[in-house]
């Protein structure tokens, strides 16, 4: 009867080990990357839109984020929020264009890289593809700067 009970157990602690390093990690890139600086400054206060680019490419700082960003280009701002598996420590943003300083485009082998610039705190941001040059053409419109 206690062998029986010795399989589940030691299921139930490996999914339990697996979701806390998981957490632990997410915490980590979040503090180390800047998403948790962010998140005190741009948080979004609706956060229940629907994403037009769905498990993009995004880099904070120093750390790169590889099909795990979900990301709306819209009038006010740009909507960025993390997959479900980096969702803990990394809350939705909402970064409005005023607060972009400012984007450079870099042509690369197989595509562009796009450096977003925020005023504060002075973090940049990559995106590729699709959804860099959305960014780009909106910020270009609706930056008072550039008109």
Known sequence: MAAALIMPM???GLVFVILCVNLGISALLAQVGGW???SRIYQDPNPSWKPQFVRQYISV???G???ALNALVG???LHLKMSFTLRFRHLPLLIPWSEI???????????S???VVLR?????LGFNGALGEAILKEWQEHSPALT
Do not use: E, H, W
């Open 36 to 38: 948790r600086a962010l």
């Open 113 to 115: 890289l796009y450096d």
């Open 75 to 77: 009038p006010d701002g």
């Open 120 to 124: 504060q705190p002075g973090t940049k």
């Open 101 to 111: 300083a400012s984007i450079t485009a870099k042509k690369m082998l197989f595509g």
């Open 61 to 63: 700082g120093t750390v």
């Open 10 to 12: 030691i299921i139930v």
């Open 65 to 67: 984020y590889n099909r």
